[in-house]
């Protein structure tokens, strides 16, 4: 059985000229990327964008990571960052346009009703988690989905234990909340 390379030894060969080895650390990180920021931004084609602009920035700053972090904690300060920074130019958008849409993702493995029920939770969701300050939002997501300790998100944000937790509760008590008025309990 052949051993993947670890991230550490792909950056090593991609800042020696191993284009390849860019590739490999996309593919790793891609669909991890894509989920963060889907859930940041709340839809399809929004987090496609990110993903693309993650994966630009990656190419062209991964030949000065230091390996201060790991790369993993690296990869999600950077979408984290751009998920927040494509929000806000959203939102300038918004001022200025009247054109609202919205991208949809669909699994084609279940049957239509149960498609149609996880679509409604899953929209809804999106929009109880836009309704969060943009901080509490990333640190819902980051402990939710992706499923982090708050030693990992504060190796990400740069902010401290007990300031995570207290946004996290303040964010869960939030979502709760909004989901059990407006969704009801299942």
């Known amino acids: 059985m052949i051993e993947k390379p670890t991230?550490?030894?792909?950056?090593?060969?991609?800042t020696g000229g191993d284009e390849?080895?860019?590739?490999?650390i996309a593919r790793r990180y891609q669909q991890k990327i894509y989920w963060h920021a889907r859930r940041m931004i709340g839809n399809h084609l929004d987090a496609d964008e990110v993903v693309q602009e993650v994966l630009i920035v990656l190419y062209e700053k991964l030949k000065n990571f230091k390996f201060q972090s790991?790369?993993?904690?690296?990869v999600y300060r950077i979408t984290a960052t751009r998920s927040i920074n494509f929000l806000n130019k959203k939102k300038i958008k918004r001022l200025f346009s009247f054109d609202d849409q919205t991208g949809e993702i669909v699994n084609e493995e279940t049957d239509i009703l149960t498609r149609l029920e996880q679509k409604e939770k899953m929209e809804y969701l999106d929009k109880v988690l836009q309704k969060l300050p943009s901080k509490q939002r990333e640190i819902f997501i980051l402990r939710n989905f992706d499923g982090l300790s708050y030693e990992?998100?504060?190796?990400?944000?740069?902010?401290s234990v007990g300031g995570l937790k207290?946004?996290?509760?303040?964010?869960?008590v939030k979502v709760n909340e909004l989901m059990n008025?407006?969704?009801g309990k299942d």
């Open 181 to 183: 008025k407006n969704y």
């Open 70 to 74: 790991s790369l993993y904690t690296w």
């Open 7 to 14: 991230d550490f030894e792909l950056v090593k060969r991609f």
């Open 20 to 24: 390849a080895s860019f590739n490999e």
């Open 166 to 172: 207290a946004n996290y509760f303040h964010a869960f």
């Open 152 to 159: 990992e998100i504060s190796e990400i944000t740069g902010k």
